[in-house]
């Protein structure tokens, strides 16, 4: 089996994304016997969800997993869902900044993720990795590519998975920006190789609450 | 025309719940030519949803704004979007507490408030009362309570609105937690107060960006 | 007896100063037989002092309390301890802005305040007043002014005592500013009348622990 | 010339300390011509200030930097000054729990560390490491010891100079207690050589802004 992993180039005026940096280093790797492929997307409106259809044309997987930077959070977040709201703080990219406008005109107002995220945050945690569930991922281009995965899958014959994380700064980044948690390169690595493993051993997730009161 | 109103009875150890004491001292006012009416709901899974239903064929409302408690948060927060997903981290007040689980077996992913909530975080804010859009009402009674409502709104031949506003802590809640941001109980009234007059007179919303990165 | 409250003009860009808008309401109050004094003292470097100075000889008070924004905190902090230094992270409403220069050359490193600041912060969140001591008043104007009173009353053959608290934003502030904890000013109003209450009847604080890890 | 760091045990109920888990890897390091010896002290009140006085007498060091966990803090805080108060909100490892005495009865209210803190914290953001000036170091055993640690060199005719650094939770422990912040161990221990490196090649500090509002 193959895994597509990707990563977002950088935004917002940073030199790098921890996303990217992150999912690079899984490129080529065999994880529980799957080849995992790192692609690169860029952070744009339709052009990121555009990069991760090439990625799944091209590489045929059974899972995918999109990374995105998550500056503010202190965890690896597993994200539960995607809504089809685009309503950008800051302009991606290429300038574009829409304000609530749905991702797919006449699409459902959300998907579910279709990987095991409490497995996922469980495993992430048992091996001493912060981790936990994330009811948002925000409604930018994390979760304009979050829904739009999931919009492809669903309408794809082939019973394809998928999900997204959320990653906190890199140490060099918090430094820089004063004030924010951040997560070691090596651990995020080390996350999102558990975040595969789980994701292509169990279908199933576990019954254990990952939820919060709001 | 008539507007509901709804709060929950306290939950999770506290002695009150701060939205049904600000809900409760708007019963019977009118705004804008339109008549108030509080309705207190049980925080149980489903009979919070009855709650709703109910209210609203006794009053027949033109807008329904429910109304929760967010321990954690220090603004007034406008939720966005109700997910059809029960991940209760406590118990509700009868001892129910599912793991992912729908609300509406079959129901729609989510839905997308019906209320000008760009609107109303303007109206807040214009009027010195901290607000923001909130992208995730959690997963226990709040966001059941607000997926429930927006479900029956749209199964219903009426063009009914509807949304949720989440309020902070009160300071006597906040002294005795600790180290828990707060909201006086007038703000918080004040604030509901605003929303339901900017929710009765908005059809539409503004096209202001009221997003988030994640 | 007479006790004399002061609170800062605005700084920082802000149009007001929460501290000097609740102090001044209990200008020529009466509590527990004393009467309160309110002045204003500028946040200038030295000047801020010499204001405390001379509303002691003035008014030739029992109790200081100095009050001060804390912006970014979300309750009432009663201060332990003045230190002699002054770092300027922002310059002062004159433009000084020193680094790490001593307030009074040759001065202790530091003092600890002669309120009794554990049965202050008992007092004020028994009457659900969100409150708790704080061990540090920053390097600028506020802790500036703590160190310096403490420094006048040491040499001061007269036994009066002296403090400092500082306050939260304004929710005015806070829907300004975005992302701020705030007070309500009547909260602060009647923290700050129980406050000096505590103060002027109590000469021996209470041992229970206001302490913190780090 | 050689260079005495200290960790602290485990205490609050850990299995392990960061502090300790950092110190121990520079144990035998040359760093710019210093050995450094890593020493272990008890998170005990007066045995952790023994320690430190035993391993002055032992190594009789040029620079004495003492380390401990900072819980919830997200960066590496390199603290200003030691206040002479015990007020433990937890009890120390055997049991002692002190409200607001003094750590050296008669001794100074405070003490200013002598190390250059304002390059240390420019050296480690320069590096890419998280850091920044901290004005409290709490009331526990960490402030506890660098009070101890800054008396003992101010009596001393030998011109040593001390200070602490606090550092965040390792992930593995964040990854236990939820949502806390944490740094790598390979992160703090590369922190800890800089801070060394420029503290023993630094005997005045820079002239550039550490301070804080409040």
Same sequence: chains 1, 2, 3, 4.
């Avoid at 339709?46 to 202190?74: H, S």
């Avoid at 997560?183 to 789980?198: C, D, P, Q, S, Y």
Wanted: with cysteine; aromatic share 6%.
């Amino acid at each position: 089996m193959d895994v597509v992993v990707t990563g977002f180039d950088p935004f917002g005026g940073e030199p790098l994304n921890p996303a990217w940096e992150a999912v690079k280093q899984l490129d080529g790797l065999v994880i529980a016997g799957n080849r995992v492929h790192a692609v690169q997307i860029p952070t744009v409106r339709f052009k990121a969800i555009a990069g991760v259809q090439e990625a799944i044309r091209k590489y045929d997987p059974d899972v995918v997993l999109c990374v995105g930077q998550a500056g503010g959070r202190m965890d690896l977040t597993v994200e539960r869902v995607g809504i089809n709201c685009d309503d950008f703080r800051i302009a991606d990219n290429e300038g574009n900044q829409p304000v609530d406008e749905p991702i797919v005109p006449g699409g459902p107002a959300a998907y579910f993720a279709t990987l095991p995220i409490k497995k996922i945050v469980a495993a992430l945690t048992g091996h001493g990795i912060p981790a936990k569930v994330s009811n948002t991922a925000g409604t930018f281009v994390c979760n304009h590519v979050l829904y739009g995965l999931l919009d492809i899958l669903a309408r794809d014959a082939k019973k394809r998975r998928g999900g997204f994380i959320h990653v906190p700064y890199l140490p060099e980044q918090a430094a820089r920006l004063k004030a924010q948690p951040s997560m070691a390169l090596a651990t995020i690595v080390e996350g999102l190789k558990l975040a595969v493993e789980v994701a292509v051993t169990n279908r199933e997730d576990a019954k254990v609450t990952g939820g919060t009161i709001c």
